[in-house]
């Protein structure tokens, strides 16, 4: 499958997962209920997954803007090929596998 129909099946799904996690937290947790309660924990975790999900329709958009532009598949900090491997695994990545482990460090 090409990387461009991939990319938007994954934005797709990404979208998705963005929707219902926005719907879940239009209901405000009440916060007077004090804290442990599992309603505030399961706020916190929709918030942080909503920040993921947010991360990777930005990221695939990126990616999709790349191919337009014919730079899809470089690395954006050593300008180095990104291994296709990779690609499949991960066809929103920015950054070849060497620059994501010195990133991580
Ligand atoms: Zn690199």
Redesign the pocket.
């Known amino acids: 499958m090409p990387e461009r129909e991939r990319l938007q099946i994954e934005l797709e799904k990404a979208q998705a997962e963005l929707d219902q996690l926005n719907k879940l937290l239009e209901h405000k947790a009440d916060y007077a209920i004090g804290e442990g309660d599992p309603a505030i924990y399961n706020w916190e975790f929709n918030l942080a997954q909503r920040r993921r999900a947010e991360r990777k329709v930005k990221s695939i958009k990126e990616a999709l803007q790349k191919i337009g532009e014919g730079t899809y598949g470089v ?1 954006e ?2 300008h ?1 090929e990104i291994d296709p491997e990779r690609l499949k695994i991960l066809p929103h990545t920015t ?2 596998i ?2 994501a482990r010195a990133g991580r460090k």
Do not use: N, P
């Open positions: 690395c900090r050593c180095g950054l070849c060497e620059c």
